[in-house]
């Protein structure tokens, strides 16, 4: 027995062949199935037609409210109402196909730890080929950038099984529509395996995609990342933000002297933006998720350990150019030494004490 989760908004037009589709892919295979579909209070007659294919066809529907509209939270609420520990998540717009179902359900006969892929990118696999050369790039980028947290060669996929019993479901934390990577980077899976699918294009029914679920999808990506990679993915993200520190610095020295200031004030005040900046998308993005401190008393505290950052790289240059002959000749790789040494201390000072504080989840 296998629950097949549909999570549905405005998808009234595609639901009867869809049941209808699935329901004859799994006669033949003789596969025992319920099919439920979790809609989030969709303006359309989608429960009137459900209640019209009950009688012939095992299918429900779930109506959860309480919550804003979600895709990922209406995968999530049909996996935990499931009759089965056995599910498979796809979409209602005839996207996926049904006839790759039972090779999916034998994956799964296979290994029962294994978390299963409807993959459009591996050998076999295909979409449609008028997909706009933006999408493909997107679609792209999107998986290219997950590739650290999986194997899967098509990680953004909707389509996939399951056995729910190596998820635990009230610790998925998901933002935005990637539920299946969700639950293959949190879940306690042996691994991913794959089948191909052709992928459709839908022809009923509006789109949901846009820029809002893309942002969501890098902040998704860094919550995975710092589940996977912890500290080290703070510390990345925290050499970036001193990297755009370095390019503001640039800028606003530049801007002083244009606006009539010499040299070494502009030099002397462009300091101040930079490290500001730093200090605020440290606050906003690399420590995001703690708890935040105030912010003047903060502030300051950043500005003083990133003087003493500085310091420290001076200090690491000034001392391996005097001491080391080594250094007096290859100097970059005393400044390099210089600027790792004041990284690794001003990481330490904000993660362990300016922006310290429990994180919230
Ligand atoms: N319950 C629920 N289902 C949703 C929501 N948004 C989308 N869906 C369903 O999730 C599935 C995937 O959504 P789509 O709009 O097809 O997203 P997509 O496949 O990325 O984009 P297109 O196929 O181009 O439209 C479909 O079955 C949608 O009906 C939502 O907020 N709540
Ligand atoms: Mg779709």
Known sequence: MITIVVPTYKEAGNITVLVRNVDDVMRAAELAYEMLIVDDNSPDEII???????PEFPVRILLPSGRPRDLSLSVIDGIKAAD?????????DLSHPPQVIPAMVAKLDQDENSFVMGSRYMAGGSFDR???????FNSHVATLL?????TSSDPM??????????????SLRPIGYKIGLELMVRGRFSGVSEVAIQFKDRTVGESKMNFGQQWKYLRHLRRLYLHRFKGWAEFVHYGAVGASGFVVDILFYYLFQYLGLGHQSARALSFWPAVSSNWALNRVTTFGERKRRPRTRQWLEFVGSSMIGFSLNWGIYYWLTSQVAFFDEFRLLALIGGIAGASLFNFAASTLFIYSEKRIG
């Open 48 to 54: 009137q037609v459900v209640a019209s294919l009950q």
């Open 146 to 150: 997950a590739s650290p947290l999986t």
């Open 84 to 92: 089965s520990d056995r599910v498979l998540v796809m979409d209602a």
């Open 157 to 170: 996929s909707g389509f996939f099984a399951l056995n729910r019993q190596f998820v635990d479901v009230e």
């Open 130 to 136: 008028d997909w706009s050369l933006w999408r493909f």
